[in-house]
């Protein structure tokens, strides 16, 4: 049932036989030691953390593969990303829309810009009862050129831009105009009223509430 604890779908899944190779995935941000990230990893957890940039996305990409190719069981991906580059969030969509385990998303502290696309494409989505949400204008990474090539960037972006707007109104059932008015003007939205929106299914609340 929305909006209620349920430790046997959100908590953490049982140890799954991994490959021996444990990547170093920049998507965990810095202060996580070694031994945490191999931990995660055991457990079929993938960090997404700080801005979402081209390096973040090429490890949290690689471990989601790796994790995809080790077996069928669910992968967790938790959340605490504010924004970031709208062509590094649609690499990770398209590695998402290729994995073969389920994917369920989890935002454990915040989701903004771009990342509200990344988690449009898990097939579960929930978030702690603290999480924020900011529907924001995904930015375009930084492009330095000739006027055609700038010009040229941002038609792609804008194009881009569509992909991800036309998502987030399929996945939450809200009118495309309203999700790119929510998107220009800025808006900001906690753990329930994400829910009510559709950007997540689940608030996760202290257990016996």
């Given at each position: 049932?929305e ?6 779908r ?5 140890p ?24 995660l990893?055991d457990?079929?957890?993938v ?6 940039t ?11 593969l ?11 991906l ?65 492009v330095?050129?000739?006027?055609d090539e700038?010009a ?7 194009r ?21 008015d929510?998107?220009s ?8 009223e ?14 016996g509430r």
């Amino acid at each position: 049932m929305e909006g209620r604890h349920d430790p046997n779908r959100w908590g953490f899944p049982p140890p799954h036989p991994q490959p021996e190779w444990q990547p170093h995935m920049p998507g965990n941000g810095p202060g996580l030691p070694g031994w945490l990230e191999e931990r995660l990893f055991d457990q079929r957890i993938v960090m997404l953390r700080g801005q979402l940039t081209a390096e973040t996305a090429t490890g949290v990409m690689a471990a989601l593969l790796t994790l995809d190719s080790a077996g069928p069981d669910p992968i967790h991906l938790h959340v605490a990303s504010p924004a970031g580059d709208l062509s590094a969030a649609l690499s990770v969509i398209d590695v998402i829309d290729a994995l073969t385990a389920p994917l369920h998303a989890l935002v454990t502290s915040e989701a903004g810009g771009a990342v509200l696309a990344v988690l449009a494409a898990a097939d579960q989505r929930a978030a702690y009862r603290h999480a924020r949400f900011k529907l924001a204008e995904p930015r375009a990474a930084g492009v330095t050129g000739t006027a055609d090539e700038v010009a040229a960037a941002a038609g792609q972006h804008l194009r881009e831009l569509e992909e991800a707007v036309v998502r987030l109104a399929e996945v939450t059932g809200q009118p495309r105009s309203r999700v790119e008015d929510d998107l220009s003007s800025g808006r900001s939205l906690s753990a329930a009223e994400a829910l009510d929106y559709g950007l997540i299914g689940e608030v996760i609340t202290p257990k016996g509430r």
